[in-house]
């Protein structure tokens, strides 16, 4: 695992004069087309670089520099219901949830800009690629391209709606009075990119060691079902995600807590992952998300919403008056999966007692300053064992898991109207629950009404943390109801120091108010084009 890592970040640590900015604002005038386009290994770096984009290195990531880095996919949690940025109200992300999206927000800004730097990087590609002699380095080289511009696409037309559709290497004068296209037709583009890609990349199982990082068909599809559930296209996004399930090549880990792990994080489950090495092409996530005793920020913290929705280990729903609820332990008779995805007063982290508590004589008291501001941390992605640079962790980001595929199989057939059988529950949703190191009881609702919200939790518990839960309230046309409102954190049932309401009322379980949001709708469905970009082009203004 380490060699073929290794080979990545060789690729990646590369000076590739193939960088350009977003839009082709900057023509590449320091480069000859005609003397790079001669051998394998020079488009091999180019498409590196792709991936690559402006990805950060062994260095915290303070402001999002990919859809797919730790700072873009994880840090997309925060405006959900699952998480809160320590930062509060002055938190970009906050903001983009709470009432006060603007379009001089700098983190959608980032977004915008290195979605089409990277977009302009495909492009530039795309037009050279051809003069390679291979044809199957080209048919390959195309097709993971295309998957990369389609996937920017994906992300834009999801969260800025209509966007320039720009799918050639422009002019100056030419970026800066670019159109808007429609959603829908920037949709109708990226479908039929994936479609199109999916053809002609490798399928997992032949992705050699070496390659460990790049698209495969079953990505180029997972994509594309995400595509076609986000248009409500649902009968298309199952028929993308049968062919996944199909091929076979991936399969539900046995062990949910190493599949975040550098030890197992290749795992046949992890369809598309962002790869990170320790030391070399390391991420700073332990810098951002660990407790103040091990020399954390505290940034990352997991608001109560998420840990309510984990269901007792009987399968029954969570409620702080159920008699299986112990205050003293709050992962006792729940899904396992809470414990591996998130820790809280009196549990272990590295190895020691983490206490948060607002009574305690501890560095890492709830709302003490830069400590955690809900009493419920982030354990998944972490190695506990770990005890290098907080700068440099190895630990990959999935971007895509197979568990994420039967979900949304799942979904795609329910909201398709089609039959839902237990033949189906046990192929989907009861496969994701029985894994060994979770084994909830299965679903056997067939009712689609009835099982529509034991699905949505379902899929918030099992991706938990990983950067999803904002699209699909978004998509579900439900964040106007999951996003606003009052946010808490964990239950200090009895203690001295508490956290009321703004109203000044106590919360009946004791749990920690943290903060509040005021999701608009009709408003905040739809992020703004950023401001820099409407200054140069009027035509980008609404």
């Known amino acids: 695992m380490t060699k073929m890592k290794y080979t ?42 792709i991936y690559r984009g402006n990805i950060l290195f062994n260095s915290p990531e303070y402001n999002p520099t990919d859809w797919w880095s730790y700072g873009g996919l994880l840090f997309m949690e925060f405006p959900s219901d699952n998480a809160y940025d320590r930062r509060g109200t002055n938190s970009n992300f906050h903001k983009i949830s709470s009432g006060a999206l603007l379009a001089n927000n700098p983190y959608i800004k980032n977004f915008w800009e290195n979605s089409y730097a990277k977009i302009t990087r495909c492009n530039r590609f795309l037009e050279g690629i051809g003069k390679l002699s291979d044809p199957a380095v080209v048919k390959r080289f195309t097709a993971e391209a295309r998957f990369i511009r389609a996937a920017q696409y994906f992300y834009l037309s999801q969260y800025f709606k209509d966007v320039p559709l720009v799918t050639k290497v422009l002019t100056k004068d030419e970026a800066n009075n670019v159109e808007r296209t429609s959603q829908a037709k920037v949709i109708e583009f990226v479908i039929t990119e994936l479609t199109t890609a999916a053809a002609d990349l490798p399928r997992f199982k032949d992705l050699k060691a070496s390659e460990t990082g790049r698209a495969s068909q079953q990505a180029a599809l997972a994509f594309l079902g995400r595509t076609y559930l986000a248009a409500k296209m649902y009968s298309e996004a199952a028929a993308a995600y049968k062919q996944i399930i199909d091929l076979g090549d991936n ?87 809470l414990d591996y995805t998130i820790y809280y007063d009196g549990a272990t982290f590295k190895g020691k007692t983490y206490s948060c508590h607002p009574d305690a004589d501890s560095s890492d ?20 064992a770990f005890a290098g640079d907080l700068n440099s962790y190895g630990a990959n980001i999935p971007v895509i898991r197979y568990a994420e595929v039967l979900l949304s199989y799942l979904e795609a057939k329910l909201e398709a109207g089609d039959a839902i059988t237990q033949t189906l529950l046990d192929e989907t949703i009861n496969q994701v629950r029985g894994r060994k190191s979770v084994q909830m009881p299965s679903v056997r609702e067939t009712n689609a009404a009835l099982l529509r919200p034991i699905l949505r939790n ?33 239950p200090f049932p009895g203690s001295k120091r508490v956290s009321k309401a703004p109203d000044g009322t106590l919360d009946k379980y004791g749990r920690w108010y943290v903060n509040s949001r005021s999701f608009r709708k009709g408003v905040d469905e739809k992020w703004p084009i950023p401001q820099s970009e409407q200054d140069i082009n009027p035509n980008l203004r609404d």
């Open 8 to 49: 990545i970040v060789c690729l990646l640590a590369c000076v590739l004069a193939f960088v350009s900015c977003d839009l082709e604002r900057t023509p590449l005038d320091k480069f000859s087309e005609t003397d790079f386009w001669t051998s394998e290994d020079n488009a091999e770096l180019a498409l590196t670089g």
């Open 251 to 337: 399969a539900i880990d046995p062990d949910y807590q190493s599949i975040f792990l550098p030890g197992n994080e290749n795992s046949k489950e992890n369809i598309f992952s962002m790869q990170y090495l320790q030391d070399l092409a390391g991420n700073a996530l332990p810098q951002h998300a660990f407790p103040v005793k091990d020399g954390g920020w505290c940034l990352i913290n997991v608001a109560a919403g998420l840990f309510e929705a984990y269901e007792f280990k009987d399968g029954t729903p969570f409620s702080y008056e159920s008699p299986l609820y112990d205050p003293s332990d709050l992962g006792k008779n729940r899904d396992p999966r």
């Open 365 to 384: 008291k709830v709302a003490g300053g830069q400590t955690t501001q809900t009493g419920l941390m982030m354990r998944k992605y972490f190695d506990e």
């Open 458 to 490: 379902e899929r918030r518990v099992e991706l938990g943390m990983e950067g999803i839960r904002y699209w699909d309230l978004l998509r579900w046309e439900i964040a106007d109801q999951a996003l606003k409102g009052d946010i808490y954190g964990a």
